[in-house]
């Protein structure tokens, strides 16, 4: 298996990068377009929604320095993906990256790993929104968890100006629009997208948060054929379990990793389950 992932490292990845330009684009002319009506208020607010979401895998992908590979020359391409991305999913790309370590050192450890926050979104509503917020706060304070004290002053600067600019143009545009055009299109359709990150990037993946082993902490999630536009959408995290085996595969080659080291997967107990069962799937079943 490892032999086989190292197959799918080390390149530059022009896929994810063309994925931040594209979301970008994207998202600035979905806002400018539902602010000056060529969108109705109701799509504007899906499609930021969406964008939203599908920012955080950029955002992901540069936290692990998988954008400029092995390419050491091209790290400034990397955290610049990372630190554009981080502006749409309003998640500072600094604690980010810190946060999102201890989440794989520590995987589904109640009380280490900050991502377990999540693990009790199945439990109604409100424990579902709850979970989401605390969720976010978790990105946004992690840096003050034991490291802010030593942490160098150029990273607090970084992380500042990261949370003044975030806050800042969102600010300003509730303040300049109409109240619900503003808030429908800012702050809500911003916690539609963090909403489905939470859910489908953090809690899925990892439900029922009762292993720790490698290969096991994490499920592969397969669909149905008929679903292949939102796993095409999801952008390969219902294999996240290619990400926790192998976090230097970028996303666009989880499904051709998982298909050449499923028996492996199996052989070291790792779920392969249905997305909506959430049962076991026999290799015969795909």
Known sequence: AIAAAKQHMGLVAWGTVALTAATLAGYVATLWLAITGGLPLWAGVALLGALTYLSYTPLHEAAHGNIHGDRAGLKWLNELCGYVSAQMIMVPYGTHRVEHFTHHRYTNQPGKDPDHVVSGMGGGAWPFVKAVVHFVWNQWTFLFHGYWATAP?????????????????????VVALPWQQGVLLVPVA??????????????????????????????????????KPFEWFWLGQNLHSIHHAFPRVPFYRYHALFREIEPVLRAHGGPVLGVFSRRPLAPAVR
Do not use: C, Q
């Not at 990273?155 to 500042?160: A, H």
């Not at 963090?194 to 899925?204: D, E, I, N, S, V």
């Open 190 to 227: 911003w916690f539609v997208g963090a909403l489905f990150t939470a859910y489908w990037f953090a809690y899925r993946p990892h439900h029922p948060y009762d292993e720790t082993a490698r290969y096991r902490n994490t499920s592969s999630l397969v669909m149905p054929v008929w679903m």
């Open 153 to 173: 002053l150029h990273e607090k600067l970084i992380y500042v100006a990261e949370v003044v600019t975030a806050l800042g143009w969102r600010v300003a545009l």
